[in-house]
Nanobody
Framework: QVQLVESGGGSVQPGESLRLSCAGSGSISSVNVMGWYRQAPGKQREMVALISSDDSKTYTESVKGRFTVSRDNNPFKIYLNMNKLRSEDTAAYYC???????????????WGRGTQVTVSS
């Protein structure tokens, strides 16, 4: 089994920056898609950014031009650079990996427990 742990959250003022990281403990053979999601109080969890194994990236419209997702593959890690933060970016941020523990096993989704980002003046 693999467990994901996010880090880098915190409280910042509007316009400031944060960098989130997500690392896994345990062994995983391959990770296809890595992603960041967020959930604000009273709202549904939404996709923020995705990065696939070929390095193609997808962002939700509201973070384009401000957030950048990247990944390492040895060991597997995912990052989210967040610039020009806004109050509406306040949420718990979760990482998700879609991968295989072993080449012979089907792909599964693995989630972290989240890290809080609060943007307030």
């Amino acid at each position: 089994q693999v467990q994901l742990v996010e880090s880098g959250g915190g409280s910042v003022q509007p316009g400031e920056s944060l960098r989130l990281s997500c690392a896994g403990s345990g062994s995983i053979s391959s990770v296809n898609v890595m992603g960041w999601y967020r959930q604000a109080p009273g709202k549904q969890r939404e996709m923020v950014a995705l990065i696939s194994s070929d390095d193609s990236k997808t962002y939700t419209e509201s973070v384009k031009g401000r957030f950048t997702v990247s990944r390492d593959n040895n060991p597997f890690k995912i990052y989210l650079n967040m610039n020009k933060l806004r109050s509406e970016d306040t949420a718990a941020y979760y990482c998700k990996w879609t991968g295989r523990l072993l080449p012979s096993l089907p792909e599964k989704d693995y989630w972290g427990r989240g890290t809080q980002v609060t943007v307030s003046s």
